[in-house]
C-alpha cells in the first residue's frame, strides 16, 4: 500500500479550496440572483439561459408585468401565490397586474432554483 499519492492528492485539493475561497471574495454582490436588489423602471422579465432577467423587480402597485419566455427548446413557466403562468411555455409571454404592495415570490416549476421576484410597493 502506497499512502504518498493520496496525501498528495489530499493537499491539492485543500489548496484549491483555499485559492476558490480567495477569489470569492471579489465577486460577492455579483450573481445573486433573486436576493440581490430589486431594479426599479423595469417591467418586462425574460425567461432565457434558464433564468429570469432582471430576478427582481420593484414596481408600484396597479403595474402590469410581462414575462417573455425566450429560451429556444427550453419550456418555462411563471408560478407564485396567487397567479400561474399556466403550462410551460418555449415562447410568447405572460403578462400579471400587481394590484397590492407585497413581496411576490415566484419561480419556473421546470427548473430548480429557477426563481425570480417582484417587489410591489404601494402606488405614488
Ligand atoms: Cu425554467
Known amino acids: 500500500m502506497r499512502r504518498l499519492p493520496l496525501l498528495t ?23 445573486a440572483g433573486a436576493a440581490a436588489a430589486p431594479v426599479t423602471g423595469v417591467t418586462q422579465v425574460t425567461a432565457k439561459d434558464n433564468r429570469f432577467t432582471p430576478a427582481a423587480i420593484q414596481v408600484p402597485a396597479g403595474t402590469t408585468v410581462t414575462w417573455s419566455f425566450k429560451d429556444g427548446f427550453v419550456p418555462h413557466d411563471v408560478v407564485a401565490d396567487g397567479f400561474t403562468s399556466g403550462e410551460p411555455r418555449r415562447k410568447g409571454s405572460f403578462a400579471h397586474t400587481f394590484d397590492r404592495p ?14 425570480g421576484r417582484v417587489v410591489v410597493t404601494a402606488a405614488g
Request: hydrophobic content about 40%.
Open 9 to 31: 492528492a489530499a493537499l491539492a485539493v485543500g489548496a484549491a479550496l483555499v485559492l476558490a475561497g480567495c477569489g470569492g471574495d471579489e465577486g460577492s454582490g455579483a450573481g
Open 102 to 115: 407585497g413581496t411576490y415570490a415566484y419561480r419556473c416549476t421546470v427548473h430548480d432554483g429557477m426563481t
